[in-house]
Structures are given as C-alpha cells and as structure tokens.
C-alpha cells in the first residue's frame, strides 16, 4: 500500500510590510519595490497544511482532523488573524516574506502533529504568489 496524505485548508488576514534594516532605504525600495511602503499592507492568507500517514492504521486516516484543526487555530489563526506580522517576535530580525512565512508555520506546527506526519506546509499570499515548505529531512540526508 502506498501512503495517502490530506491537505487541510486555513485562513487569516494579516497585514506586513517587506522591509528590512539591513538595507537602505533606497536599497529597500529596489529589492521590495511597493511592498516596502511604510503604510504597509494586508493579505488574506491561505494556509494549507498536508499531513501524511507512516503507517496505516484500521481507521483509514492520517490523524485526528478536530486536533489539527485544534493545533492550527491555536498556534498559527490566533496568532496572525488581524495582526501586522512585523510586530511578530519572530520576525524581529528577518523580513515577513512569504519564504519566511511557511518556514516559521512548519516550525509552529510540526512539534504540534504526530512525529514525521507533517509533509508540506503552503502559503498563498496572493493571486500568483504560493509559498510552500517539506522540512528538512532531503538536506540533513544529505549532509
Ligand atoms: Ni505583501
């Protein structure tokens, strides 16, 4: 049998803004360009979490929906939900981009969920911008 996995969907609203002190202003602007607008701005985000089953139970299902629905309105929803993800500790010293967005939701979510169940974390940002996260497992394999 091979492995299934399910895909859960989520949302938040959050503002950002691309900006980071290790630039110039001018150099902000270049790299950013209207992302780095001091008012900033909002995105309605789209949070999509793939779990995976290592090994197949008499249930048929890769884990308990209702405790990662639990897990995620906890650590990611309450969290980001109408809140300007600059003033998020975690974005203290590194840029609100989506790239940085998944890597810190897998980090919150994976000590959350069944050990080595967490396969892909996304991020839709926008109409054409997806962002998406597997973990480390491929690079530490190969070092
Ligand atoms: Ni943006």
Redo the contacts with the bound molecule.
Sequence with gaps: MGQGSITRRYRFCAA?R?HTDYLTIAENRTVFGK?NNSNG?G?NYVVLVTIGSPAADQTGRTMNLDALDRVVAERIVSRFDHQDLNRDPEFAARTTTGENLVLLIWDLLVTQVPEGQLQKVAVI??RDNYFEYTGSAAVSARS
């Design positions: 950002h691309l992302c701005h995105h940002e926008t």
